[in-house]
């Protein structure tokens, strides 16, 4: 299990002092350079009139005080994080050779992996498999849903075939919209899994950071780069519909293979995104075209976005 690790300012949750993260508040220190003057004890003191309560004057009532109060800065919000793994309970090359390609078997208990997933302060877990996989993998879908509410954890099903991606970025977005608000805005946690947790979980998180706009903003068309606007002429027959792909083939469709021209500030934020993932999770996330193209249409579709709220925004005057 790995987290994204982000490090988001202000939104880390703290961590314990160390050499390493030293501590934000200065050490108590004396000067002994002085010597220190003892009093003499009891102290007399002669008998003087009370003195009177000093008379402030009157604040203004409209007038708020510069610095804001210190418990204010005591309840900064923290994200939850991403983590990314392969399939909890996961059971593969149990037979046979005991090496394929130089990789073991691997036999894995799924309620001990849901046990440490819970323990590690995740709420929340996206399953990117069907049924059909999550059998073969040696964790079926009654033990699994059994297992999770045994130990509390909430399960969002994202099926995917493997090496390709949703069939909507509209779907995609209103689910990533609901995770965002419910769990990493309150702090919560979540866990993305997949066969392996990098191609089709490593998806899930990119989409993930392009809802948060950890890598940037989506430019929208008025910010795009004026050569790149001129050169973009608009095609009828290049829509950006969902594309129904074949499972049994990862070969895009023919009409897809043309070239076709891309916005530069589009490109950019993609290739931020896959690097960062692949930066933090592994150089493999993000395995095949369907999933670099369906990350460019959802970075478009979010730009769509981005300028239809910006041309309802009353005027000004």
Known sequence: MLGLGLG??????????????PSLVPPITYDDSHPRIKLPAP?????????????HPPSP?????????????????????LYLSSCPGKKV??????????????????????????????????????????EFLGAPWNEYRRYTREVGLDV??????????????QTIS???????????????????????????????ACVWMLKLGICGPPQSKQQQDPITQQTATPDPADA??????????QTPPEHMMYERKVPRGSMELLERVVYIIRRQRSVKAIETYEQVRFLLE????????DAMSKSREPLVS
């Open 8 to 21: 988001l300012q202000g939104c880390e949750a703290p961590s314990p002092t160390s050499v390493s993260a």
């Open 43 to 55: 102290i007399t003191l002669p008998t003087l009139p009370l003195p009177s309560p000093p008379v």
């Open 61 to 81: 009532p409209n007038l708020k005080p510069l610095l804001p109060s210190p418990n204010l800065g005591s309840h900064r919000p923290v994200l939850g994080n």
């Open 93 to 134: 090359r149990l037979h046979g050779p005991t090496s394929i390609k130089g990789r073991g078997a691997i036999c894995r208990d799924l309620k001990a992996d849901l046990e440490r997933i819970k323990q590690a302060g995740v709420f929340l877990i996206v399953c990117c498999l069907d049924d059909d996989e999550l």
């Open 156 to 169: 969002l099903r994202l099926p995917m075939p493997e090496g390709l991606c949703p069939l909507s970025v």
């Open 174 to 204: 209103e689910h990533m919209d609901q995770i965002i608000r419910d769990y990493t805005l309150a702090g919560k946690h979540v866990l993305v899994h997949c066969r392996g947790g990098v191609g089709r979980a490593g998806l899930v």
């Open 240 to 249: 950006r519909d969902p594309v129904i792909r074949d499972p049994t083939t």
């Open 298 to 305: 959802f970075i478009e579709y979010l730009r769509d976005l």
